[in-house]
């Protein structure tokens, strides 16, 4: 990892302690604090409001903080403001479970790059007290989902926000919840404030997440903060999100925050617009708005405030979609917030309903689709909107993904010099395909994360023998079950497949004839490991069922290819496990049934690590896979048409795509294993760095994000973020 030059280990300790009427933090400059803050609550409004359901960043994958701590060899301090702070980021937990899978991950990656170009932004979300549930997997059961709390006050970066009038109490915010005959209750939320801090600690981006859990809190409240996407009604499904959306407006009250702009990354907040337009109502008409508005005077509210929303649709299938009973929100919301929904979030096949995935299109100035191929997916979805609809496709944050070992790598090249601020250098890659040190160095840097992942698999396999004695827990792995040791080896051919499991993602699809799989492997004697990781929502009783499935596989595969297939699970899929697996791995797979994959960023990792992608051609894979530059495509092409969008399991394409599967397998595993080929399979490895790297990236994304927010920013600013924004353009027309 590439030092920085520290010249008073004291002095920058001190210089990292900052405070303001909201409390004291660590890990920026007063200076810092001051700037951020002074943009957030300027006149102008030249700043955006981001808001997520969910956002993952757990600090142990990416830690500007601790990092400087330990580059300075810190382990404490003279002054115990800041010991306390030192011994919380050296020490304390590392987890913030706020997240459960590509979307929350996105979410933190975009606010991380923000942050690192200096983009003010503030963003807000909910705390849940027990997080995202927890995975444990039974060989017999399958996945069994529990519920761990965590320790918030105990974690590093984040910090309980006070009350400027009253510092010795909590900033709290109230969201009003109504019944019938519009009788109002109040839910209590104290504000926790997560800083997302640049890698060069030079800008942060404040992130508040809504506790909700505290006492003043109704118990039905509590309740429904505990844990992240609690559908065990659709009642409390219905509150989280109206905590979320309503909590908006009063969040930006209590902090001063002036936005002009509001992101509504996925319609999950969406609810924030009928506070917009209450207010913009009220200013209109006074206080007896309700009585007095019309439709048309909604309609026209509805219209300015889309003024101020820009929305980021995900996902094509239908479960991504919230759709609440209207008896239902009657009991919760206002009559005047039914009366705004029934006008601009109709259901047409639920008429019954109201579809907050309707209101968000409705009331926007701009929709992003994830990738260009999904911008064809949601026009198709939502014709009344297409003309609003575009494409800004996804990316990662580059420093949270790329290993320690491809960093080295990356630093050891003059070519790649400054990778970390710009990560366009890395087309300059391409010059490195013949130059045979970086080949060699390459290698090397490989085999480190593989023998890092696979030294994981192995020791979790010794862990799980050791269940079968101490605990109910049948192991998850046949492996476990030998009498004598079995282990992964770090040489063999090993393809990562890690990601949430939705039966429209089939993890399941390449077993689906395993007499083919076994006579690829067997017939020239090719070992490979498969390890998959991933969870299913609790109540996805389909998404188990696979689990289920990936584990009763792995017995028959072993046997067919006589042990030369070795399948194993890991338990528990995490930031932390998820970037161990796409450094670490050979090759990446991903298939789920084209067109319903509205992006995936999994595999842009994979990338980042110079691994190339085994893929079917949805998503970002329809721009990433650069004419097999990259890595190797398979399944059926089909068009984007309505009846493509089932999800009904006899549409799935299992024996078309997994069949187009086994033919491209043997060439993979040729050009892994025969020497003579071996120099094809690494040059796709490199145009990954030189292709995908330059592209798929949150710096990138971020810069054309901006563009859409019309935000005003200092030259030097502007100056880079236009350079991001050369590197690819999502939209063609922009080209």
Request: charged fraction near 25%; hydrophobic fraction near 40%.
């Amino acid at each position: 990892m590439q030092k920085k030059t520290i010249i008073n280990p004291d002095q920058v300790l001190r210089s990292m302690l900052s405070s303001n009427k909201l409390g004291t933090f660590f890990g920026v400059s007063q200076e810092v604090l001051d700037n951020v803050w002074n943009s957030l609550t300027s006149p102008d409004g030249n700043s955006v409001t981001y808001i997520s359901m969910e956002i993952g960043a757990d600090r142990d994958v990416f830690h500007p903080v601790q990092t400087r701590l330990l580059e300075m060899n810190v382990t404490d301090s003279t002054n115990p403001d800041i010991d306390k702070f030192i011994r919380m980021f050296l020490k304390g937990p590392s987890k913030i479970p706020n997240y459960g899978g590509g979307l929350g991950i996105l979410a933190g990656d975009t606010l991380k790059s923000f942050a690192d170009n200096k983009i003010p932004v503030l963003g807000i979300s909910l705390l849940y007290k027990k997080g995202y549930f927890s995975q444990l997997v039974d060989s017999q059961i399958g996945q069994i989902a529990w519920n761990k709390e965590w320790e918030p006050e105990n974690t590093a970066s984040l910090y309980l926000l006070k009350d400027p009038e009253n510092p010795d109490v909590p900033l709290q915010i109230k969201v009003p919840f109504f019944n019938r005959n519009d009788e109002v209750t109040y839910a209590y939320a104290q504000l926790i404030l997560k800083m997302e801090v640049a890698d060069d600690l030079e800008f942060f981006v404040p992130e508040v997440l809504l506790d909700f859990s505290v006492e003043s809190s109704p118990d039905f409240i509590k309740d429904a903060a505990q844990l992240l996407y609690d559908s065990s009604s659709e009642r409390t499904k219905a509150i989280q999100r109206r905590l979320l959306g309503t909590g908006v407006v009063p969040v930006m009250k209590a902090l001063g925050i002036t936005s002009k702009t509001i992101h509504l990354n996925e319609q999950h907040g969406v609810s924030v617009v009928l506070n917009l337009i209450r207010q913009l109502l009220e200013a209109r008409l006074g206080h007896e708005f309700a009585q007095l508005a019309t439709d048309q005077d909604i309609h026209d509210a509805a219209r300015e405030v889309a003024e101020q929303i820009i929305y980021t649709i995900h996902t094509p299938v239908k479960a991504g979609h919230d759709r609440f009973d209207r008896g239902l929100f009657s009991e919760i919301a206002h009559s005047f917030s039914l009366r705004i929904l029934n006008l601009l979030a109709n259901d047409r096949e639920q008429p019954s309903h109201f579809n907050f995935t309707t209101l968000a299109m409705h009331v926007n100035r701009a929709t992003n689709s994830v990738s260009r191929l999904h911008k064809e997916v949601t026009k198709r979805q939502f014709p009344q909107y297409s003309n609003k609809i575009t494409a800004v496709t996804n990316g990662v944050h580059h420093l949270t993904w790329i290993s320690d070992a491809k960093a080295e790598l990356y630093d050891s090249f003059s070519e790649l010099k400054n990778w970390r601020k710009d990560p366009g250098v890395f087309a300059n890659a391409s010059l490195l395909k013949k130059n045979n040190r970086f080949i060699t160095y390459l290698e090397h840097a490989w085999m480190s994360d593989t023998k890092k992942l696979i030294s994981y698999v192995n020791d979790m396999l010794i862990t799980h023998r050791a269940q079968m004695q101490e605990t109910w827990i049948d192991p998850p792995n046949f492996l476990s079950h030998f009498d004598e040791e079995i282990y992964l080896d770090a040489k063999t051919f090993t393809i990562g497949f890690a990601r949430r499991f939705s039966t429209y993602k089939r993890a399941d699809l390449i077993f689906e004839n395993l007499d083919t799989l076994s006579e690829i492997i067997t017939s020239r004697n090719w070992p490979v490991n498969f390890i998959f990781a991933g969870k299913a929502h609790p109540h996805d009783e389909p998404g188990k069922t696979v689990i289920k499935q990936i584990l009763d596989i792995q017995e028959s595969l072993y046997n067919k290819t006589n042990g030369l297939a070795k399948l194993v699970f890991i338990p528990g899929y995490d930031m932390d496990i998820a970037k161990m697996m796409v450094a670490g791995v050979h090759a990446w797979l991903n298939n789920p049934k084209r067109p319903l994959e509205a992006s995936g960023t999994s595999g842009m990792k994979a990338a980042m690590n110079a691994v190339p992608n085994i893929s079917i051609m949805d998503g970002w894979w329809d721009e990433g896979y650069h004419d097999g530059q990259t890595g190797w495509k398979f399944g059926y092409e089909t068009p984007v048409e309505q009846t493509t969008l089932s999800e009904d399991y006899s549409t799935l394409l299992y024996a078309e795509d997994s069949a187009s599967f086994y033919q491209i397998f043997p060439e993979i595993l040729e050009m892994f294993y025969e020497k003579e080929s071996r120099p094809l399979y690494i040059e796709k490895c490199i145009m990954n760095i030189a292709l995908n790297c330059t592209i798929f990236n949150t710096h990138r994304m971020v810069a054309e994000y901006a563009k859409r927010y019309n935000l005003k920013l200092p030259p030097a600013v502007e100056k880079k973020i236009k350079k991001f924004r050369k590197l690819y353009h999502s939209e063609i027309n922009d080209e």
